[in-house]
């Protein structure tokens, strides 16, 4: 059964950043993407980017661009999200997830909650 | 591709049919519409991938329709562990947005 298991929660100040990890046990990981998707508390699900780990191909979303970077480490099933310049507004809880072309997001890790404040 | 669901909040007993709706602003690649239901401090599950197929282990009281641009899921009969939010997404065309989700209280 596939796994995906985060990194554990952060507390971080404005204008530092911040790399979580996610590891995929169970199942394959270098032939799926890995979307990595933000919520904010209280609010819905925001779509932040993806990687393909074989290519090592990333696709950002334009809010995110020149502020995340998202790379995959084939040898240890471990993708990573690193987001700068951190604000208070980018506390939320972060989650990565599986992705197939056809079948979309599944299955999701458990969400990493990172906390920005002075 | 912005993405409009409705109604905002349900507000059904379980046994009692849930028809949540979700509509795209233009056409989805492929009918690339996955739902997702999610729990308060969970992640998401997925329930419905290419707007009809449902994923590995959902039950079959949940079903997916639609293409193009509006697409449906029904909850033929809601079950108490049935409440929370659900999602729709398109992952058709980068970037793969999120609907801001219905709300299902029983």
């Known amino acids: 059964q596939v796994q995906l298991v985060q990194s554990g929660a952060e507390v971080k100040k404005p204008g530092s950043s911040v790399n979580i990890s996610c590891r995929t046990s169970?199942?394959?990981?270098?032939?799926?993407?890995v979307s990595w998707v933000r919520q904010a508390p209280g609010q819905g699900l925001e779509w932040m980017g993806r990687i393909v780990p074989i290519l090592g191909v990333t696709d950002y979303a334009k809010m995110f661009q020149g502020r995340v970077t998202m790379t995959a480490d084939k040898s240890t099933n471990t993708a990573y999200m690193e987001l700068r310049s951190l604000k208070p507004e980018d506390t939320a809880v972060y989650f990565c997830?599986?992705?197939?072309?056809?079948?979309?997001?599944?299955?999701w890790g458990q969400g990493t909650q990172v906390t920005v404040s002075s | 591709i912005l993405l409009t669901q409705s109604p905002g909040t349900l507000s059904l007993s379980p046994g009692e049919r849930a028809t949540l709706s979700c509509r795209a602003s233009q056409s989805v690649f492929s009918d690339y519409l996955a739902w997702y239901h999610q729990k308060p401090g969970q992640a998401p599950r997925l329930l419905i991938y290419g707007a009809s197929n449902r994923a590995t282990g959902i039950p079959d009281r949940f079903s997916g329709s639609g293409s193009g641009t509006d697409f449906t899921l029904v909850i033929s009969r809601l079950e108490p562990e049935d409440f929370g939010v659900f999602y729709c997404q398109q992952y058709g065309h980068s970037p793969f947005t999120f609907g801001p989700g219905t709300r299902v209280d029983l």
């Open positions: 169970g199942g394959s990981f270098s032939t799926y993407a």
């Open positions: 997830a599986r992705e197939a072309a056809v079948v979309g997001s599944d299955p």
